[in-house]
């Protein structure tokens, strides 16, 4: 009989997604002000990568 396997959600990663964006959002308005929206954009794919590895480790 199989083993119900628990999916572990981390909050912290959602919390790195929502600053990436925030970055990102703020270089679009002003971007002599503030520096960083391009770092946002890989902080954001980086996160993104993250849940696709879990989700294909999981289903192998």
């Avoid at 909050?11 to 960083?36: C, K, M, S």
């Amino acid at each position: 009989m199989k083993q119900k396997q628990s999916r572990r959600y981390f909050t912290e990663i959602d919390g790195l997604r929502a600053l990436a964006v925030i970055g990102v959002i703020l270089y679009h308005i002003n971007p002599n002000q503030f520096i960083g929206g391009y770092l946002g954009v890989l902080i954001f794919f980086c996160s993104v990568r993250i849940f696709y590895n879990r989700a294909y480790h999981q289903k192998s």
